[in-house]
């Protein structure tokens, strides 16, 4: 298949999906959604770009705000790692649907329901035109999804790390929902990002990504085709940079 004017099929990309999107904005999963995202994914994926995922929990559980309820971070934490191999199932699912092959790779064991995390397996799958999907996090308390989005995109040699968010479209110079006078911004460096405290993604992910001079690009999920242009290279969304 010819890819269309713009896509670069020589890409390999990490893909970082809110857990919170999956669950359309409510606790659990909504098939619908699902299936819209991998469309979006199998439309790229088709055009010869080497795509690995990352799905946040958030549509099941939140270890920090799990803590703020009693429970033991730790222990939190792993529920949360959990939730997100559920999500990566139900993508594998529909990816699958669509027509394209995938492989689940967990940091938990789980040898029934997928494989463990092998970066030169995961490497030799993208090559073969396979969707990698990455679960249960790190595998360890305490690192957010957004910084393991980071970590596998470096070891998996990843030409650029996509975060998509859910609810808003890059990275502003405050927070958009509360503050009407903040204001998008198309690119900056990670150090600004960190000096200015934008939180929109973790302090973590972007020192990560500055150190090894690799591009994050921020992103929202709404709109049809926003995962695909992301994915193809399009200009969407902020792009950080390490200067």
């Not at 890409?11 to 919170?20: A, T, Y």
């Not at 699902?34 to 099941?60: L, M």
């Not at 998996?156 to 998008?184: E, F, N, Q, W």
């Amino acid at each position: 298949m010819t890819a269309p004017e713009g896509a670069d099929p020589a890409r390999r990309v990490l893909l970082k999906l809110s857990g919170e999107a999956f669950g359309g904005g409510s606790v659990g999963l909504d098939p619908d959604v699902v299936r819209g995202i991998a469309h979006q994914i199998a439309r790229a994926a088709r055009e010869g770009v080497q795509i690995a995922c990352v799905i946040g929990g958030g549509n099941f559980f939140r270890g920090a705000q799990l803590q703020q309820r009693g429970m033991d971070r730790a222990r939190a934490d792993y529920m949360g790692m959990l939730g997100t191999v559920m999500n990566c199932l139900a993508l594998q699912d529909f990816l699958e649907k669509e027509g394209v092959p995938t492989r689940v790779q967990t940091a938990i064991a789980m040898g029934q329901v997928a494989e463990p995390y092998i970066p030169r397996r995961a490497i030799r799958h993208m090559e073969k035109g396979r969707v990698v999907i990455f679960g249960a996090g790190a595998g360890m308390p305490y690192f957010s999804t957004d910084t393991v989005s980071a970590q596998r995109a470096l070891e998996i040699h990843c030409d650029v790390v996509l975060m998509s968010k859910h609810g808003v479209d890059g990275v502003y110079t405050a927070d958009p929902r509360t503050d009407p006078d903040a204001v998008k911004l198309d690119t900056l460096t990670y150090s600004q990002a960190l000096t200015s405290n934008l939180k929109v993604v973790d302090a973590a992910a972007f020192s990560l990504c500055m150190e090894n001079g690799l591009d994050m690009l921020v992103f929202g999920m709404g709109g049809e085709d926003s995962i695909t242009r992301a994915l193809r290279g399009e200009k969407i969304g902020t792009l950080v940079t390490a200067g």
